[in-house]
T-cell receptor
């Protein structure tokens, strides 16, 4: 299996632009998680889905962030409009319920 | 908080020595997982221990769990320079939010 796939791996954008991060979970996994990691705040859970349904989005920082999972093999995390404080590494992970989480390589986002 | 808290925050040892990291948590758990993160990379799952287990081994890793004290420890025996990384524990709650949350981790430095 290819593991969790994230794209792009790096993204540099200007403040105010829309950013879309993409994730393909491991086939057969029914849970998907989006995390953000910064030096200041560590690794934060933003949102997670179970069977394509958002279960807990309490970690989403504000309305500028949105996430979708239209099917079992694809999810997006969108930031609109982006701000410099959104600069971070964004990780996607997938798992079978209650099991091991498998992380993607991350998307390194820099908002200028 | 449902996240685990690792202790110590940083640990520096010589190659060949053992490294012990501790984790404390506050809620009733289904299982507890340990992850490793090399600099600039995603998290890699190391081991999962269920709430009804007390000890588990995987290669040079030994994990213990004491649910009465709400604590776990990770022991890496005969450490190698390649073990240099950050280590995180992640308790999975028994009920409610079924997602892992991560603490600040233990930064392990193994000197060759």
């Amino acid at each position: 299996d290819a593991g969790v796939i994230q794209s792009p791996r790096h993204e540099v954008t200007e403040m105010g632009q829309e950013v879309t991060l993409r994730c393909k979970p491991i086939s057969g996994h029914n849970s998907l998680f989006w995390y953000r990691q910064t030096m200041m705040r560590g690794l934060e859970l933003l949102i997670y889905f179970n069977n394509n349904v958002p279960i807990d989005d309490s970690g989403m920082p504000e309305d500028r962030f949105s996430a979708k999972m239209p099917n079992a093999s694809f999810s997006t995390l969108k930031i609109q409009p982006s701000e410099p404080r959104d600069s971070a590494v964004y990780f996607c992970a997938s798992s079978l319920t209650l099991g091991t989480q498998y992380f993607g390589p991350g998307t390194r986002l820099l908002v200028l | 908080s449902q996240q685990g808290e690792e202790d110590p925050q940083a640990l520096s040892i010589q190659e060949g020595e053992n490294a012990t990291m501790n984790c404390s948590y506050k809620t009733s758990i289904n299982n507890l997982q340990w992850y490793r993160q090399n600099s600039g990379r995603g998290l890699v799952h190391l081991i999962l221990i269920r709430s009804n287990e007390r000890e588990k081994h995987s290669g040079r890793l030994r994990v213990t769990l004491d649910t009465s004290k709400k604590s776990s420890s990770l022991l890496i025996t005969a450490s190698r320079a390649a073990d240099t990384a950050s280590y995180f524990c992640a308790p999975l709650m028994d009920t409610g939010r079924r997602a892992l949350t991560f603490g600040s981790g233990t930064r392990l430095q193994v000197q060759p």
